[in-house]
């Protein structure tokens, strides 16, 4: 019997985007001083071609590390998932931003379009639609917040994500105490300390101590939050379980740490209720999905962190979909500048929140959206 031959890596593109329209900026919490921009389309785009007329698409890479695939991963077979992933950790290793991620979440892309089905289904997923959570970006008042709180509420978002390190804890907790004030219990409230930046002991902006992070961790709890996320440096990982130990209330985090390995010695520890792995830092979902096996072993949440606002988050968004143990999609929506829909403007088909604040699951196969191809430049 003749067996079909298999699907091979022909070629690999990088697309530039041109911007439909620059939206402003925001100063983000996570890094005081400098500014954040929002725009309609921009950016970049990996396309990985096969030899069956598949290609699959991810979030852009960096040219050495699209150099390094094109040397490696021509004429190889996209299923083989876990030896490129291997490959290009070595390559990329030092690479600015994202890694190989993008090449990753393209093979994953052609794979599902090969088996013709999304994602979701191949990974033994059950849920055809997921709650999102709308995660703020800047510091704000607590008056402005709890009004958007409000209208998110309104809007029917489930859940929102408040950023704090205000200069006192007293000013963190009236931000966090009016948004419950406003919403009651319509809404879920999740709190991010945003401490888990830098790699050392120091980042911008107000850096807590253990002493600070318990005080706000029991404050919080008492304002029934979901969770404290990342209220310590990203490697104290033995204060961090003592302060998990020391209140009710989940402690997440994890979106910073890019190795398998961290992820092991966070359970271990009990370090985290909720673990925040990011597929642009743990380069791409086949990662993610190995942190998703450990989540569940150890009794642990799995919420990834947000995936770069366009295609990381349609990767994330399969992934929370096939996982029980997943209550919660993470979407970056702090409107009117960080609105979500610019994050999915270079989709063709983008995603949407419903009124009742979920995200259906695209039924096409693999990632189960496309490119808006008309925004490719040349």
């Known amino acids: 019997m003749e067996t079909q031959s298999r699907i091979r890596i022909t070629d690999i593109k990088l697309h530039r985007l041109r911007t439909i329209e620059e939206v402003g900026s925001m100063e983000a919490a996570w890094n005081p001083g400098t500014q954040m921009y929002f725009a309609r389309g921009g950016g970049t785009v990996v396309e990985i071609f096969t030899d069956q007329g598949i290609s699959g698409i991810g979030p852009g890479v960096h040219p050495e590390v699209l150099a390094a695939a094109k040397a490696h991963l021509l004429g190889q077979d996209p299923f083989d998932t876990e030896k490129h992933v291997a490959t290009l950790r070595y390559y990329a290793a030092g690479l600015p ?16 379009k090969a088996c013709g089905q999304p994602l979701y289904k191949l990974w033994g997923g059950g849920k055809d639609k997921v709650p999102a959570y ?30 704090i390190h205000h200069n006192t804890i007293q000013e963190d907790v009236r931000t966090v105490a009016a948004v419950r004030d406003a919403v009651g219990d319509r ?3 999740m709190v991010d300390a945003n401490q888990a930046q830098s790699s050392g002991n120091w980042q911008p902006g107000i850096l807590w101590d253990f002493r600070r992070a318990l005080k706000t961790a029991i404050e919080l709890d008492q304002l029934d939050v979901f969770w404290l996320e990342e209220p310590l440096p990203r490697f104290s990982f033995k204060e961090l379980a003592k302060l998990n130990a020391a ?4 402690i997440a985090g994890g979106e910073n740490n890019r190795g398998f390995h961290e992820f092991v010695e966070m359970v271990q520890a009990d370090v985290y209720d909720v673990l925040q792995p990011e597929s642009m830092v743990c380069e791409g979902i086949t990662t993610l999905r190995k942190i998703g096996v450990l989540g569940e072993a150890f009794n642990k949440l799995v919420v990834p962190h947000h995936g770069g606002r366009n295609l990381g988050t349609i990767a994330h968004l399969h992934l929370v ?3 029980r143990h ?9 409107p009117p500048i960080g609105e979500y829909q610019n994050g999915f403007s270079i989709l063709a088909n983008p995603p949407v929140i419903d009124a009742a604040g979920f995200v259906a699951l695209p039924q096409a196969p693999g990632l189960g959206v496309e490119l808006d191809r008309s925004l490719i430049e040349g």
């Open 97 to 112: 931003y994202r890694g190989a991620a993008g090449i990753d979440i393209a093979l994953w892309d052609i794979i599902g």
């Open 321 to 323: 979909a096939s996982w």
């Open 326 to 334: 997943s209550p919660y999609l993470e979407v970056l929506h702090d």
């Open 247 to 250: 209140v009710g209330m989940r």
């Open 134 to 163: 709308a995660s703020m970006v800047r510091l704000s008042t607590p008056e402005e917040r709890a009004d958007l709180a409000v209208r998110l509420a309104d809007e029917g978002w489930q859940a929102i994500k408040l950023r």
């Open 187 to 189: 809404m879920q409230i």
